[in-house]
């Protein structure tokens, strides 16, 4: 939809007087076919327009107490480089912490579902089996064990739960996005892919519980 209001907004007789040309980077999380769709899309429809697959992976920036800050990783690929963009597209890269991966349109985005998976997809599985545990009675016993066999995933386990429910309503269809992305480009099918129904423990968390109403960040706008 996005890409369509900037093309759209690019027909008017204003954007032809454009000196240099207008980079778009595209950092929803979508999969390697969403971004090959939209590249066909501006190449028919916007030639003048440089679209820049992308996706971001890590945490919002922070300041550190040394004075320096931490950054997410901003990935992108295709055969447009912001680095190019004038005037000031080389500073803009660097700021943001621009990787450009590869020539070819998809490869960000997909990196940015395989990362995705792993970790949005390791809090799904954290969340089933400690409300499973909880109404075994044993939710106490797992995160004993959880603190002595597994201290690091323990951690993680709970800090991705205690940040994820204000998030869910967005994950859902990230988790729509990383199936396409598993049965086109991995090879799995319907049937051996786990993010279909990981998609519904999100819109369980979205439309079923209280937690989605609570803001753990003091914005809903904060993603990992």
């Not at 545990?133 to 044993?138: D, E, F, I, T």
């Amino acid at each position: 939809a996005t890409a369509e209001r900037v093309i759209a907004v690019s027909s008017n007789r204003d954007f032809a007087k454009r000196q240099n040309p207008l980079y778009f980077l595209d950092l929803n999380a979508i999969s390697p076919s969403s971004a090959r769709v939209n590249d066909e899309l501006f190449a028919k429809s916007a030639p003048d327009i440089r679209l820049i697959d992308g996706g971001i992976i890590g945490g919002p920036p922070n300041l550190k107490d040394d004075g320096t800050w931490s950054r997410p990783s901003v990935v992108v690929s295709g055969p447009n480089d912001l680095r190019d963009a004038q005037r000031s597209g080389a500073h803009l890269a660097e700021v943001l912490n621009v990787r450009h991966i590869n020539t070819t349109v998809g490869s960000a985005s997909g990196l940015k579902m395989c990362f995705a998976a792993i970790n949005k997809g390791f809090t799904a599985l954290a969340l089933q089996s400690l409300t499973t545990a909880h109404a075994l009675g044993v939710v106490d016993e797992l995160q004993q064990h959880m603190t002595e066999f597994s201290p690091r995933l323990g951690l993680q386990m709970n800090g991705s739960l205690q940040n994820m429910p204000p998030k869910a309503y967005r994950w859902i269809l990230e988790m729509v996005e990383i199936a396409k992305t598993f049965e086109e480009d991995g090879g799995f099918s319907r049937d051996e892919n786990l993010f279909h129904p990981m998609t519904e423990i999100y819109r369980l968390v979205t439309d079923g519980t209280e937690l989605a109403r609570e803001d753990t960040w003091g914005c809903r706008a904060v993603d990992e």
